[in-house]
């Protein structure tokens, strides 16, 4: 059997702090042999964390028709974080740093409208130097001047 995989362009790197990725031709069908890889690169010191609104890709119990891998670094050789097929509408995924790699695959058969994910910075998981573990949860509307009088700046 010979497998011809389409290159529709949908292979990118993608960077910044937030930002929109979608399978090809998203919301409708998704081509068969398809494949596209993505990586998305925050900061540095950040975690990116990728969120799905929408999922609909090929059911298979192993993921064995179409797929949406996620790994955790910055190529294919990352350590895997999740292989997604079939409905998974609420999947969230953080990586342990500010690089994710996605790998999308079709095969020669059904397809799928395929999905929506947002991706973003995770500020509670921001890598913080060693030593450092104090999180500033919240602010307050006023701070302390040098005269020690209170002063509103918000």
Excluded at 35 to 54: H, K, M, Q, Y
Excluded at 61 to 71: H, I
Aim: aromatic share 10%; charged share 20%; glycine share 8%.
């Amino acid at each position: 059997m010979c497998l011809n995989l389409i290159c529709i362009g949908c292979s990118r790197i993608l960077s910044g702090n937030e930002g929109t990725l979608q399978s090809p031709n998203y919301p409708s069908d998704y081509p068969n042999n398809a494949r596209c890889v993505w990586t998305i690169e925050t900061d540095p010191g950040t975690r990116v964390s990728l969120n799905f609104s929408a999922f609909s890709l090929e059911d298979g119990g192993s993921c064995q028709y179409d797929s949406l891998v996620v790994r955790d670094g910055n190529n294919s050789s990352s350590p895997l974080l999740r292989k997604l097929c079939g409905q998974n509408r609420t999947v969230a995924i953080t990586a342990s740093r500010n690089v994710l790699f996605l790998e999308f695959r079709s095969d020669g058969s059904v397809t799928k409208n395929g999905f929506l994910a947002h991706w973003s910075v995770d500020i509670s998981k921001k890598n913080f130097p060693e030593g450092c573990q104090k999180v500033i949860s919240e602010c307050l509307s006023r701070f302390w001047a040098a005269s020690f009088q209170p002063v509103d700046y918000g």
